[in-house]
């Protein structure tokens, strides 16, 4: 069973019907030992970073998050789940992320394009990304976002874009797994990567 935590989140029910497009079980919950059991579990976003993790607190998520990837359930976040997963975002300054990845959030530089970043781009896979198996490098897939991610280890990116700036696109560390982007919005190449994280073990 596959796990979307429920924090008033917006982007939910989306994701939900990906994946069960793709035969997959899928709840919405915050129940914690819900959470703990599933065997895989999604954070999803869309919003402001402080909105969020205020939500996530509100919620007593953030620990539950902590323990669900500290016992190696495999753990996607998107969109703004991948943004959560670092220590800091320029979008609310001075709140603290879930710190689980080492980075911060930042705004996309002003150089003409329009911000925020929305629709379809292409994307950069390094080798050997978990969540890109199968999937041809240059492959589209949808944005929707204002800020970016700059990973302090770049060794956990598997996929990059560009957007007035190097985006990173993608991360893969352990039994984490983030996209900026929307997979559940993003045709065939998004189905493909939720089908690759659903079809993941215990040990990721």
Known sequence: MIAIIDYDAGNLKSVEKAFQYL????????????????????????????DAMEKLHRYGLVDTIHEIVDKKTPFLGI????QLLFERSDESMGVEGLGI?????LRIPDTGL???????NSLC???????FKGIADNSYVYFVHSYYLKAEDEAVVK????????????????NV????????????VGLKILKNFAALGGEA
């Open 23 to 50: 035969g997959e079980e899928a709840v919405i919950t915050r129940d914690r030992q819900e959470l703990l059991m599933a065997d895989k579990v999604i954070l999803p976003g869309v919003g402001a970073f402080g």
């Open 159 to 174: 996929a990059t874009t560009d957007y007035g700036t190097c985006i990173h696109a993608s991360v893969e560390k352990d």
């Open 79 to 82: 969109c703004l789940g991948l």
């Open 114 to 120: 329009k911000i925020p970043h929305i629709g379809w």
């Open 125 to 131: 896979i390094k080798e050997n990304a978990t969540l």
């Open 177 to 188: 797994f983030a996209c900026q982007f929307h997979p559940e919005k993003s045709g065939d």
């Open 101 to 105: 990845l080492k980075g911060e959030i």
